[in-house]
């Protein structure tokens, strides 16, 4: 069964499955910052802080290899980090 029709079969234990996915998240040293259940393309918006993009690549496969739910991440950089890129440019 595709992800997103298995994520809605189980939809009453969402919030059971987001709780397991916080502390997973935290014993792998990934801080949770918020979430918000959404409408549109995403149903679902999650923001970590993770130590590096290995972990945090770890715990998004983790999540999506129970078949619940697919994924689309996306980096983001403070604002020291981009200027940090910026003073790289030629």
């Known amino acids: 069964m595709p992800a997103s029709l298995q994520g809605v079969a189980n939809v009453k ?3 059971d499955r987001l709780k397991a996915a916080k502390v997973a998240a935290e014993n792998m040293g990934i801080q949770f910052v918020g979430g918000w259940f959404t409408m ?3 149903d679902l918006v999650l ?3 993770a130590p590096d993009d ?3 690549a770890a715990i998004v496969l983790a999540q999506v290899m129970r078949g619940n739910v697919t994924t689309q991440t996306m ?12 003073s790289k440019l030629p």
């Open 13 to 15: 234990q969402s919030p």
């Open 40 to 42: 549109g393309e995403h």
């Open 47 to 49: 923001i970590w802080d």
């Open 54 to 56: 290995q972990t945090m």
């Open 75 to 86: 980096r983001a950089f403070t604002e020291d980090e981009f200027a940090q890129v910026v």
